[in-house]
């Protein structure tokens, strides 16, 4: 009696809770915050994450709805897009109604979903047919109309794991570590290539500023991101923490950080020194801003209700500066 009492009372909260909120934030891309500026090219970017194959209004449009409305020039997908315990073809079926109504280009990085039971080339190919460029532990330098970017993207260390580690919810990192740096160089090395005046670049009328993008969908690992200068890093997987209270706590538990995980969901700045061979001192200011999305999914798990705590889409401004600088 108490039990059915307490649902009725809390189901409008639970209800309000399925509704998608679009945050919106505003970042500079600058090596060090003191010396950001207001000139240069703005980037629309949209982050999917933890979509985990829901359904959200026929075809999927009421997302896709909110996201055609807020115009980005890039879409991001930071894993768990994919989830194989949602019923009959909504695994696949979801996620190909949700990529062919992007209306922009996409990049995709995996989550541990994609690898709980399954394997890349049974779900990679809904993006890739469809226009998304996975960035299974690879970067790219993209030319949009207003200015350049890189994005990197790590495969989720559920991608290395054995079938024993996966039982014991032990993931790969030595293999996720030893990829995020490999990625990491291959991401300088397209940087120095555009700063330097390429036969692309001679051909192009944007300004030789780059910022650096990395989607990676665990936020756990944060201090082994920042090891590398990126400017902005989008990650997923903690669904801000299930339950929050504001002002109280911003979530309740994550996978990976347990209970009030630090970072549940929102913007994180870091600025701070890093060693860089090219600098005449050997070291260097850089500003980092890391977003955590909390996610979409609202439908699993079915027990545990999101409490104050909407699916989100996220939208970030990103500036990038209109002059070289010496990244």
Not at 200 to 205: K, N
Request: one cysteine or more; a negative charge; charged letters at 25%.
């Amino acid at each position: 009696m108490i039990l059915s009492a307490a649902l009725l009372l809390t189901a409008p909260l639970f209800q309000s809770c399925r509704t998608i909120k679009v945050p919106e934030y505003m970042v500079t891309a600058s090596e060090d915050a003191e010396t950001a500026d207001d000139s240069g090219a703005v980037i629309r970017i949209a982050q999917i994450s933890d979509f985990h194959s829901n359904d959200f209004g026929k075809n999927e449009q009421e997302l896709l709805n909110k996201l055609t409305q807020a115009g980005p020039d890039l879409v991001m997908l930071t894993g768990d897009i994919f989830d194989f315990e949602m019923n009959g073809e909504k695994p696949i079926e979801n996620v190909r109604l949700l990529v062919t109504g992007i209306p922009c280009p996409f990049f995709y990085v995996s989550g541990n979903h994609e690898f709980f039971k399954y394997h890349r080339d049974e779900w990679s190919h809904v993006i890739s047919e469809n226009g998304g460029v996975i960035l299974d532990n690879d970067a790219v330098l993209v030319e949009t109309e207003k200015a350049a970017v890189i994005i990197a993207g790590v495969s989720d260390p559920y991608r290395y794991a054995t079938a024993v580690q996966k039982k014991k919810d032990k993931p790969d990192t030595a293999a996720y570590f030893a990829q995020l740096a490999e990625v990491s160089r291959k991401v300088r090395t397209l940087r120095q290539a555009w700063l330097t005046a390429t036969p692309v670049h001679e051909q192009s009328d944007l300004p030789r500023a780059v910022c650096t993008i990395l989607l990676a969908h665990r936020p756990e690992y944060i201090e082994e991101y920042l090891k590398y200068d990126y400017d902005l890093i989008l990650s997923g997987h903690a669904h801000g923490g299930q339950w929050r209270i504001p002002g109280l706590f911003n979530g309740l538990y994550a996978p990976g950080q347990g209970l009030f995980p630090r970072y549940a969901g929102g913007r994180y700045d870091f600025d701070r020194e890093l060693t860089d061979g090219d600098t005449a001192d050997g070291k260097k200011r850089h500003h980092t801003v890391f977003i955590v999305s909390r996610g979409l999914s609202r439908q699993h798990p079915v027990l545990v209700p999101r409490i104050f705590n909407n699916p989100e889409l996220v939208i970030v401004d990103l500036k990038v500066p209109a002059a070289a600088d010496s990244k």
